[in-house]
Every structure is written in C-alpha cells, then in structure tokens.
Antibody, heavy 122, light 108 residues
Framework: QLQLQESGPGLVKPSETLSLICSVSGDSISNDDYYWGWIRQPPGKGLEWIGNVYYSGSTYHNPSLNRRVIIALDTSKNQFSLRLPSVTAADTAIYYC??????????????WGQGILVSVSS | DIQMTQSPSSLSASVGDRVTITCRASQNIGNFLNWYQQKPGKAPNLLIYAAARLQTGVPSRFSGTGFGTEFNLTISSLQPEDFATYYCQESYTTPPFYTFGQGTKLEI
C-alpha cells in the first residue's frame, strides 16, 4: 500500500527558504505511471496546488506563487522535495504531498500524505 | 486560468438526508473533475474522479455527475461520518496546472 510522509521544519523565518521532503513507501517514484505533487492549505482555508514533478524530473508549478518553486526527485531515497524561497507569513500552511495518477483517466491526487504544518514567523 | 466555484459554501443537513453539492468551471473542462472529502485535521481523500467514477473503497451512496462546466456531488443518504468539507478540483490543463474549488462545509 502506497504511503507518503512529509517531513521538515515546522517553523521558518520570513525571507528564508521553506524546505520539505516527501518520503514514499510502497511504490517507486521512478514509476512513469505517476506524477508527484505538493498542495498546501492555509489554516482554516482551502486547497492550493503548488506543483508537480514527473519521474523524468520535469516539473510544473503554480505561477500564482510568483517566484521560483523548486521540486525535485531523489530516486536513491525514494523521496521528492519542495523548496520555496523568500517565504512570508502568507506561506504559513499545512503542506501535503500526494501521488498524481493519470493513466486511463484524468489526473487525480491519491493518496495524500498526512500533511505538515509550516509556520512562517520570526 | 480556470476558476472553480462551489455552491453552497456551507450546508446544514441531517442523517439520512440526500444532499447535492455543485461545482462550476469557468470554461469547458469535459470530465476532468475530481471530488475530495476532508475531515478536520486530516488530509483530503479522493471520492470521485473523471466526474463520475467512484474511487475504490468509497461507499456507493456517493455519486458524481456532470460534464463541461457544471458538476454535482450527491450523497444519497447522509451518514454521521459524511459530515466534512468537500472540494472539487479540475485537472483539464496540460501541462499540469490544477485549481480547487473553495470548498463546501457539510454540517449537522
């Protein structure tokens, strides 16, 4: 059974870089049947797609974030990562990683990690 | 960008009720529409994909309909565990660029 687990600092200072890792167990991130994605949710608010990475290393991100989102694969550890530079308080959110399935039927996220709360504060 | 609008934003109902949540897309997205359920403190869970296909393990009281710009999620007979927030999500754009609806909170 596929499981995903987010990890990283729960507190980041303004203007610094938010860095998170998603550890995947139960399948290989090198599987070309999937993308791998990051989604976030500010406390008490809705969901926002951040970006995806494909097994090839190709990445796609939400341009509304207005800066360079870095998503990368580490196939040796079966992990993928998110880096978000120059954070502000508006980046405070629960960050989820998820598998993005797309074969046969349109893209959908399943399953999701449990999420990690990242607060941006000095 | 595609905009997704859910209605209502919140909904009060009782166990046993039939409820319908609507999601409207700002342009034709075919059947590229997913529904998720999120309970407090938990990650979202996929319920319906491709507008009408029930995810494995999801009870058959959940159903999805629609095509193009208007979609519905229906729960035929509410159970206590169904009280949660529901989100629609479009996956029409290539390369991937996804938008979620703002959510519908279903309350007792």
């Amino acid at each position: 059974q596929l499981q995903l687990q987010e990890s990283g600092p729960g507190l980041v200072k303004p203007s610094e870089t938010l860095s998170l890792i998603c550890s995947v167990s139960g399948d290989s991130i090198s599987n070309d049947d999937y993308y791998w994605g990051w989604i976030r949710q500010p406390p008490g608010k809705g969901l926002e797609w951040i970006g995806n990475v494909y097994y090839s290393g190709s990445t796609y991100h939400n341009p509304s974030l207005n800066r360079r989102v870095i998503i990368a694969l580490d196939t040796s550890k079966n992990q993928f990562s998110l880096r978000l530079p120059s954070v502000t308080a508006a980046d405070t959110a629960i960050y989820y990683c998820a598998r993005d399935l797309f074969r046969i039927f349109p893209h959908r996220f399943d399953p999701w990690g449990q999420g990690i709360l990242v607060s941006v504060s000095s | 960008d595609i905009q997704m609008t859910q209605s209502p934003s919140s909904l009060s109902a009782s166990v046993g009720d039939r409820v319908t949540i609507t999601c409207r897309a700002s342009q034709n997205i075919g059947n590229f529409l997913n529904w998720y359920q999120q309970k407090p403190g938990k990650a979202p869970n996929l319920l319906i994909y491709a507008a009408a296909r029930l995810q494995t393990g999801v009870p058959s009281r959940f159903s999805g309909t629609g095509f193009g710009t208007e979609f519905n999620l229906t729960i035929s007979s509410l159970q206590p565990e169904d009280f949660a927030t529901y989100y629609c999500q479009e996956s029409y754009t290539t390369p991937p660029f996804y938008t979620f609806g703002q959510g519908t909170k279903l309350e007792i």
